[in-house]
């Protein structure tokens, strides 16, 4: 029972432009968000994360939404550069636990 | 910065053999956790402790256990090795119950012939 999926497997987009990443999940208990970047070789390093009293949080070039209707929650990245290009997680956690549940990933490529 | 340290980066086991993975952090969290990762199926939390000697089943605790004898250091320990047990293993910690964000190692990846 996948609790959190991340539906596209990869994308690519031209240097500049926006990315954007989804991410869905199923638990409504779920209340802290979370998206790590993955290098190949290399452990998961935090991104950027988003309570669920919030719908929206901003760092930089990286902005995360979070639908909480729609169990939905979306990372932006705005201008893509080529250093972006790697998979994305995103991770969900019910507040009782210091559980994460995280996402199948997303292989971002960002190209000239 | 936070260092997780991972003791091996690649190994390669055989059948029934067991297999010890070291895991160390020098920031005195209080959190450790254990998960793999496989393609299609993301990151998997296999094991995970609040405090020494304490430890709690993850999602997928099945053919393997644990050990934390001390505050900074989290053992995963594959009795007998399978080949369905080849994979990257990422270990894990953070500050406090409930402080969400995870400090990850490099990882360790483990083929099982």
């Known amino acids: 029972d996948q609790q959190v999926k991340q539906n596209s497997p990869s994308l690519s987009v031209q240097e500049g432009r926006i990315s954007i990443l989804n991410c869905d999940y199923t638990?409504?208990?779920?209340?802290?968000f979370l998206w790590y970047k993955k290098y190949p070789a290399e452990g998961p390093t935090f991104l950027i994360s988003?309570?669920?009293?919030?719908d929206k949080n901003e760092d930089g070039r990286f902005t995360v939404f979070l639908n909480k209707s729609a169990k939905h929650l979306s990372l932006h990245i705005v201008p893509s550069q080529p250093g972006d290009s790697a998979v994305y997680f995103c991770a969900a956690r019910r507040g009782d636990t210091d559980k994460l549940i995280f996402g199948t990933g997303t292989r971002l490529q960002v190209f000239p | 910065d936070v260092k997780v340290t991972q003791s091996s980066r690649y190994l390669v086991k055989r059948t029934g053999e067991k297999v010890f993975l070291e895991c160390v952090q020098d920031m005195d969290h209080e959190n450790m956790f254990w998960y793999r990762q496989d393609p299609g199926l993301g990151l998997r939390l296999i094991y995970f402790s609040y405090d020494v000697k304490m430890k709690e089943k993850g999602d997928i605790p099945e053919g393997y256990s644990v050990s934390r004898e001390k505050k900074e250091r989290f053992s995963l320990i594959l009795e007998s090795a399978s080949t369905n047990q080849t994979s990257m293993y990422l270990c894990?910690?953070?500050?406090?119950?409930?402080?969400?964000?995870?400090?990850f190692g490099e990882g360790s990846r483990l083929t099982v012939l």
């Open positions: 988003i309570s669920s009293i919030k």
């Open positions: 638990n409504s208990m779920f209340d802290y």
């Open positions: 894990a910690s953070s500050l406090y119950r409930g402080a969400g964000e995870l400090f």
